[in-house]
T-cell receptor, first 112, second 116 residues
């Protein structure tokens, strides 16, 4: 079964608005990562947050992590048409386990 | 610097045929992975390797075999293709555990396989 479940499955917003996606997971983690996938392409690593961190920023991206609720959120501020893509969370469940488990993704569409 | 290269990009197979998907990385990464992506299912791990000569099963290994004879290459084989293996296959690689935690995975652009 999937470790991460993203919510919502699909999101459409106007250009310039903020987009928020959520990820829930089931087991204890070492870190959580977010990836972007443009249509027909491979995934690209965006940002990583460790289990002892609560918030992290990278450019227009803001990630939060609540380990007590086993959830994370990805906020994209001032969205652009180029942000249209699918976004996946991935959990690193156990340090040394050597693999990531991906969620089902959120499809984000930015309307110009 | 090509990163992770997958070949072929597209393939149509008949049920029962066999084929091999090739993944090559030029970053000297230790770890390599094969995932399949299906609508509504996200990415599911098929097999992975933590170093040359090693392989391990992932979440959905049945019907697939892998080999890592050289550090830079990770091959995924389908011995007898079935329609249920119609999917998009992604290869990924990462550096040592410490680097992987810092930089995440590097993905190839995918192989779209259709089994008829």
């Amino acid at each position: 079964s999937q470790q991460g479940e993203e919510d919502p499955q699909a999101l459409s917003i106007q250009e310039g608005e903020n987009a928020t996606m959520n990820c829930s997971y089931k087991t204890s983690i070492n870190n959580l990562q977010w990836y972007r996938q443009n249509s027909g392409r491979g995934l690209v690593h965006l940002i990583l947050i460790r289990s002892n961190e609560r918030e992290k920023h990278s450019g227009r991206l803001r990630v939060t992590l609540d380990t007590s609720k086993k959830s994370s959120s990805l906020l994209i501020t001032a969205s652009r048409a180029a942000d249209t893509a699918s976004y996946f969370c991935a959990t690193d469940e156990d340090f040394g386990n050597e693999k990531l488990t991906f969620g089902t993704g959120t499809r984000l569409t930015i309307i110009p | 610097n090509a990163g992770v290269t997958q070949t072929p990009k597209f393939r149509v197979l008949k049920t029962g045929q066999s084929m091999t998907l090739l993944c090559a990385q030029d970053m000297n990464h230790e770890y390599m992975y094969w995932y399949r992506q299906d609508p509504g299912m996200g990415l599911r791990l098929i097999h992975y390797s933590v170093g040359e000569g090693t392989t391990a099963k992932g979440e959905v290994p049945d019907g697939y075999n892998v080999s890592r004879l050289k550090k830079q290459n990770f091959l995924l084989g389908l011995e007898s293709a079935a329609p249920s293996q119609t999917s998009v296959y992604f290869c990924a690689s990462s550096d040592s555990t410490f680097q992987r935690v810092a930089n995440g995975y590097t993905f190839g652009s995918g192989t779209r396989l259709t089994v008829v």
